[in-house]
């Protein structure tokens, strides 16, 4: 058993989504709430240490629209919303 079921011990996939700084500060950039500053401070720090990595189950680029994002990661975990 992983660690990381030990603490969560339902199902769970772990999913890295990887972008640039660069991607970072446009997206943030939209938002002008003074939270954001620190928010893209924070990224960059973690971008700069590795902060969390290896322990993702698989990496998503996130330099593209959320729609197609989201449906990469629904693949890779074979989940497919079922219609009502």
Known sequence: MTSRARVVPQPMHVVRLESSIKVIRARLSDHP???????????????EEGAGLGLEDFTVASDRQVRDVVNEILRAISWTPTSK
């Open 33 to 47: 709430a003074v939270g954001r500053q620190g928010d893209l401070e924070s990224a960059g720090r973690w971008l």
